[in-house]
């Protein structure tokens, strides 16, 4: 009988973290700040700074494939998550 001696890898919670943070954070974030905006604005603005921060968790992990800096990555995506969230939110409102 042998036994067989495996790596041990990190389970996913540690690799996506960020990702379940942001997914949190947004629309908190945007609860409090439709206070004072309108809320469109205000789901388009909390969403692309927090998925910007989880952008740039996620920049300094790995290395972006297309040789574009992490913080551009990270800027790209925050536009594009604000930008969906945004219009998202002008035609379906859920406050």
Do not use: D, H, Q
Request: a positive charge.
């Amino acid at each position: 009988m042998t036994v067989e001696l495996g790596v041990l890898r990190k389970g996913s919670w540690s690799t996506v973290w960020p990702a379940f943070v942001g997914g949190v954070c947004g629309p908190l974030l945007s609860l409090i700040l439709g206070r004072w905006f309108r809320f469109y604005l205000a789901v388009g603005f909390a969403f692309f700074v927090t998925w910007f921060f989880v952008g740039l968790i996620f920049a300094r992990r790995s290395p972006t494939n297309w040789g574009i800096p992490g913080w551009l990555a990270a800027l790209l995506t925050g536009a594009a998550a604000g930008l969906c969230a945004g219009v998202l939110s002008y035609y379906f409102p859920w406050k």
